[in-house]
């Protein structure tokens, strides 16, 4: 017992030099299956404009072509889907050797699992203030489903006004509605819910007018690809799960979602129909258990963006970081397209439990935490003062479901089986997104990230609210449209250029869902072979177990050997991986950046631009009013260029000292 007792202890010694190894092999993702992502040759990419939109897309697509031919000359790799709007390939079949071959070769810029994304399972609140939420809830629905009764039970009460009765939360919809342009006379702005698909025949999305349609498609010929955009008779949409047009939502949770972008803009509770003032455009990549892979998520956003869609509901998640989603949120953000994006359902602070893509950083990304009725946090949403922005309704909203025939006509139509309430943040995402429409629609000229910062700023505030998202508000309908309406468009407010901060374990294939025992998964199963033993291990188990665990111990022990050897280098100031965007100035050149490492005395960053050692440059780091003065210098240690700080504020020093606050130094 004694031997296994030392094992064990050699065995968790061990497993703390691979812990961050071990963490990122938990991530989920489909066996087999890789995403990849080839390089494209120099554009105007960075143009803000339609030329450089237009070279960026030619040079993609050009990418994907000849991944294609690379791809296909490595005999039995599948190819299951190209996108080439980002220059992609969904493949899989993929051998390890083939796999490592893709990763080295020069056209390929990384190499992604498939990771799984869900429906994030709503944890339902047991604090006093849920009580009281739900018994306030309880005699509200009571209240409006006593008014839906009446007139045959088709409605509510006939001549009444419309209401908005989704949600009993103070966020004054009913008065947006009254300073709103009619329907009739701007165009419908259409909202992509990327999700479990959509009753087409549910009477309320039906009859208002609000399914988006494809007239290349729609006038086109049956079994053709009329528009050439390389999915058959998408008349209404695409299904992602099942590469068909039909989108029928055997989930439920995409028809709840679309019915709550809807009944911003109108009361749809209320016969007959109202006709409606967005466009519902249903994209399919959740099955009817709510889960759905990366590949068709990004195939989705990547369909929405290129057929007119101005806005994107995705109440979904996972917690892996997926590159090419990364990549997906910011081919929407540089096209004009604002993202919604639920918070999750973990009670959970999103920095330390991520959840993607809620934490992505794009300028036009919105992502919406859950509130309840009477302006609470609900129990089980998640926050992040930073990487969440905004509280909505969440928690016991009304809408739409899929009920078979009962809901298709509004001379059959029964409201207890096509209406229901769910909570989430999945709910409060799509009000949001039904509000960035509305206020588009408004103002048809604002660019997303005008749009989303009118919604961040078009809100109620509260001490509740404070601690939990970066806005400290939940959003306000009438502020958000009388933002909208007042906005004067000028020179002087444009989108900035976004360059990602990409995290650095993506592009390996360690994500994967299936592993070769390696690193602390080895000496893991090493002991647990000699633990399911009956008595002592034999001396062939111990020899066996030790030869591993020193075959293991090998590199580590020689990489630090290696580096007793090399001279100790004293900093002056302690440096910590810290991620910013930057604005460096180099003579009269002006260049987007991203700091990889950050201290009071320099920083290093990420840049293909040419710099020579001595430059002297000026920075401006994000989050920060102070410009700081620099210049190059060549580091050995860690062969790359970086910047020492000669003329730094002490307001700067200060806000690099509180970012670095409980971060552990690097060596």
């Known amino acids: 017992m004694q031997k296994i007792k030392f094992v064990r202890l050699v065995v968790l010694l061990l ?13 989920i993702a489909i066996s087999g299956e890789y995403i990849v992502k080839f390089r494209v040759k120099a554009t105007n990419v960075q143009v803000v404009g339609k030329a450089g939109l237009v070279d960026a897309d030619t040079a993609n697509k050009s990418a994907a072509e000849k991944g294609e031919r690379i791809v296909t000359a490595l005999k039995g790799i599948g190819i299951r889907e190209k996108i080439q709007a980002g220059g992609m390939l969904h493949i899989d079949s993929v051998t390890p050797e083939k796999l490592k071959f893709l990763e080295s070769h020069p056209d390929v810029e990384y190499v992604e699992p498939n990771y799984l994304l869900s429906l994030d399972p709503k944890q339902m609140g047991t604090s ?16 409006a489903a006593a008014a839906e009764a009446d007139n045959s039970g088709l409605g509510v009460t006939a001549g009444a006004s419309d209401s908005y009765t989704q949600s009993a939360a103070n966020v004054q919809v009913t008065n947006s509605w009254a300073i709103e342009k009619p329907v009739s006379s701007t165009a419908k702005v259409t909202v992509a819910v990327v999700d479990s698909g959509l009753d087409l025949r549910h009477v309320v999305f039906a009859n208002s007018g609000s399914i988006w349609q494809n007239m290349a498609e729609v006038n086109g010929i049956t079994g053709v690809d009329d528009d050439n955009n390389g999915y058959i008779d998408d008349i209404n949409g695409w299904n992602f799960v099942d590469g068909s047009s039909s989108m029928y939502d055997d989930n439920e949770h995409g028809t709840h979602v679309a019915g709550i972008v809807l009944g911003v803009g109108q009361d749809i509770f209320k016969f007959p129909v109202r006709e409606s003032k967005v466009r519902i455009m249903p994209l ?28 994107i509901n995705n109440s979904w998640g996972g917690p892996s970081y997926s590159r090419s989603l990364h990549d997906a949120y910011k081919y929407a953000y540089d096209r004009g397209v604002v993202l919604v994006t639920a918070a999750g359902n973990s009670n959970a602070d999103i920095a330390s439990t991520p959840m993607y893509p809620a934490a992505l950083d794009a300028p036009s990304n919105i992502t919406v935490a859950a509130s309840t009725s009477s302006d609470r946090k609900a129990s089980f949403s998640n926050y992040n003062t930073s990487l969440v922005h905004v509280f909505a309704p969440g928690y016991s909203i009304r809408s739409t479901v899929p009920s078979g025939s009962d809901c298709y006509s509004e001379s059959t139509f029964v409201a207890s089986t096509c209406f229901y309430s769910l909570s989430g943040t999945s709910m409060a995402a799509p009000f949001v997104a039904g509000l960035a429409a509305l206020a588009i629609r408004e103002m048809p000229s604002l660019s997303a990230y005008t749009i989303r910062n009118l919604i961040l700023t078009g809100i109620d505030t509260s001490s509740y609210f404070s601690p939990y998202v970066s806005t400290g508000g939940r959003v306000n309908a009438l502020k958000v449209i009388q933002g909208a309406q007042g906005y004067v468009v000028s020179s002087q407010s444009p989108s900035p250029v976004y360059n990602p901060v990409y995290k650095l374990e993506t592009g390996s294939s360690s994500g994967s869902s299936v592993q070769t025992p390696a690193g602390c998964g080895l000496v893991k199963a090493v002991a647990e072979e000699i633990s399911s033993q009956q008595g002592p291990p034999s001396a062939a188990q111990m020899v066996y177990a030790m030869t591993v665990i020193a075959l293991m111990a ?7 050997g290696l580096r007793t050897k090399k001279k100790k280098v004293v900093r002056q100031h302690a440096r910590y991986s810290i991620a910013k965007q930057l604005m460096i100035q180099i003579g009269d050149q ?3 950046s991203a700091s990889e490492t950050l201290s009071v005395g320099g920083m290093s960053f990420s840049s293909d631009i040419q710099v020579t050692k001595g430059q002297k440059i000026k920075v401006k780091i994000a989050d920060s009013n102070d410009e700081v003065e620099g210049e190059i210098v060549w580091s050995s240690e860690s062969n790359s260029f970086g910047v020492k700080f000669t003329n730094i504020t002490d307001s700067l020093k200060s806000q690099i000292q509180n970012w670095s606050t409980g971060m552990v130094p690097l060596a």
């Open 284 to 311: 399919k990549f959740l099955d009817a258990n709510g889960s759905g892979s990366t590949s068709s998520a990004i195939s989705a956003i990547y369909y929405a963006v290129n057929n007119g869609a101005k806005v």
């Open 590 to 592: 002006v260049i987007q």
């Open 128 to 143: 006093q203030d849920e009580a009281d939420e739900q018994a306030a809830q309880n005699a509200f629905e009571a209240q």
């Open 15 to 27: 497993s703390i030099g691979f812990y961050s190894r071990q963490v990122f092999s938990q991530n």
């Open 554 to 560: 090998a590199p580590v022990l020689l990489a630090v």
